[in-house]
């Protein structure tokens, strides 16, 4: 059963770079089919995505958060990687990584998250 | 960019009544294949979030046949049947048209009275 774990500081200083790293086990990022992500959740705040990936290129970014987000992947390692730099206080929340399976329908495919890690904290706080 | 909203916010149910939770997109999600992308995802305290409900009408695999989700276009519903104390948490929506580009709404917070 695939599973995901975040982990990086929890700790960043307003104006830095927050990054954080998710990795896989029970499976593989270079599965065809499968998109990866980095979806957020502000404290007492809802769901907020950040990135969504496919191994071997394509990657989407939120337009909100485009300018501050890199998404990296290390298939060797079985993970990846999310920086955002310059961050301040609203970039304050639980980070969830996670994986986004296609459903086949008519003509077509789309993307549902069914897999999340369980969240880490990061506070930006000097 | 896609804008969900949800209605109501908070919502206090009673075990064993239903309830129900409106979630509206500012573009349709009705597919030309006639599938509506929209999503219903659980979050439980203390959990990360999990799917309900797929396409707008379809449960996921384990999940209780007390839900059910309807609609299409830009307005879709997630009913409950009969609320159970376990049903308790914050309720999402999420866009999936333009998915992996997903755009979740504000959540519904469901909690027994």
């Known amino acids: 059963q695939l599973q995901l774990q975040e982990s990086g500081p929890g700790l960043v200083k307003p104006s830095e770079t927050l990054s954080l790293t998710c990795t896989v086990s029970?499976?593989?990022?270079?599965?065809?089919?499968?998109?990866w992500g980095w979806i957020r959740q502000p404290p007492g705040k809802g769901l907020e995505w950040i990135a969504s990936?496919?191994?071997?290129?394509?990657?989407y970014y939120n337009p909100s958060l485009k300018s501050r987000v890199t998404v990296s992947v290390d298939t060797s390692k079985k993970q990846f990687s999310l920086n955002l730099n310059s961050v301040t206080a609203a970039d304050t929340a639980v980070y969830y990584c996670?994986?986004?399976?296609?459903?086949?329908?008519?003509?077509?495919?789309?993307?549902?998250?069914?897999?999340w890690g369980k969240g880490t904290t990061v506070t930006v706080s000097s | 960019d896609i804008v969900m909203t949800q209605s109501p916010l908070s919502l206090p149910v009673t075990p064993g009544e239903p309830a129900s939770i409106s979630c509206r997109s500012s573009q349709s999600l009705l597919h030309s294949n006639r599938y509506n992308y929209l999503d219903w995802y659980l979050q439980k305290p203390g959990q990360s979030p999990q799917l309900l409900i797929y396409?707008?009408?379809n449960r996921a695999s384990g999940v209780p046949d007390r839900f059910s989700g309807s609609g299409s276009g830009t307005e879709s519903t997630l009913k409950i049947s009969r609320v159970e104390a376990e049903d308790v948490g914050v309720y999402y929506c999420m866009q999936a048209l333009q998915s992996p580009e997903i755009t979740f709404g504000p959540g519904t917070k469901v909690d027994i009275k």
């Open positions: 990936f496919y191994h071997s290129g394509s990657t």
């Open positions: 396409l707008g009408s």
């Open positions: 029970g499976g593989s990022i270079s599965s065809s089919d499968y998109y």
């Open positions: 996670s994986r986004l399976s296609p459903y086949y329908t008519d003509y077509d495919y789309y993307y549902y998250v069914d897999v």
